[in-house]
T-cell receptor, first 116, second 114 residues
Framework: SQKIEQNSEALNIQEGKTATLTCNYTNYSPAYLQWYRQDPGRGPVFLLLIRENEKEKRKERLKVTFDTTLKQSLFHITASQPADSATYLCALESRGIKAAGNKLTFGGGTRVLVKP | KAGVTQTPRYLIKTRGQQVTLSCSPISGHRSVSWYQQTPGQGLQFLFEYFSETQRNKGNFPGRFSGRQFSNSRSEMNVSTLELGDSALYLC?????????????FGPGTRLTVL
């Protein structure tokens, strides 16, 4: 069966350190993968998209890698700040019931808590 | 540019009732997707509408339906509510159809079924 797995345990990290989150998937062959941030009581906010032919993508203090052989994406927050505390979700394309286009399927998310 | 808006923000219903939720996408966005988010199941795709047509559908019962109007605004309807339908319902809009596009999410409608 298809699975997208993110660490369900919260990641506690000291301010200034690098937070690394994993997204593992099974029985998917996504052409791209997206990462979102969600704060309590709010909708997710798009952060980064990485394509299958891209090994790495960066945006400010964020870095994403995509290894289609390992079926894994890593999400890094460097020089983490308390304001980075949130839940981070990975999402990848998958077929819906209708064949007209793909849909986004989300992982369960990993909560990050950055302590000052 | 105004973001995605959803109304109402909070709703309390009883089992057996039906509910209609509304979503106004970002101006110029033609695709609207709906998701259900619960603590147990996470964020699950319900359906996507593009140019007033349902283009894709998740694995939900027929009690969940939706539509999109010519101005891209969308509504979703849940009939014969069950306790398990209590969730945060999120709407997301994007410029184009399909999962490649960045999704812009609204704040959600918190539905409680008693």
């Amino acid at each position: 069966s298809q699975k997208i797995e993110q660490n369900s345990e919260a990641l506690n990290i000291q301010e200034g350190k690098t937070a690394t989150l994993t997204c593992n998937y099974t029985n998917y062959s996504p052409a791209y993968l997206q990462w979102y941030r969600q704060d309590p009581g709010r909708g997710p906010v798009f952060l980064l998209l990485i394509r299958e032919n891209e090994k790495e993508k960066r945006k400010e203090r964020l870095k994403v890698t995509f290894d289609t052989t390992l079926k894994q994406s890593l999400f890094h927050i460097t020089a983490s700040q308390p304001a980075d505390s949130a839940t981070y979700l990975c999402a990848l394309e998958s077929r819906g019931i209708k064949a007209a286009g793909n849909k986004l399927t989300f992982g369960g998310g990993t909560r990050v808590l950055v302590k000052p | 540019k105004a973001g995605v808006t959803q109304t109402p923000r909070y709703l309390i219903k009883t089992r057996g009732q039906q509910v209609t939720l509304s979503c106004s996408p970002i101006s110029g966005h033609r695709s609207v997707s709906w998701y259900q988010q619960t603590p147990g199941q996470g964020l699950q795709f319900l359906f996507e509408y593009f140019s007033e047509t349902q283009r894709n559908k998740g694995n939900f019962p027929g009690r969940f339906s939706g539509r999109q109007f010519s101005n891209s605004r969308s509504e979703m309807n849940v009939s014969t509510l069950e306790l398990g339908d209590s969730a945060l319902y999120l709407c997301a809009s994007s410029r184009g159809q399909g999962a490649y596009n960045e999704q812009f999410f609204g704040p959600g409608t918190r539905l409680t079924v008693l």
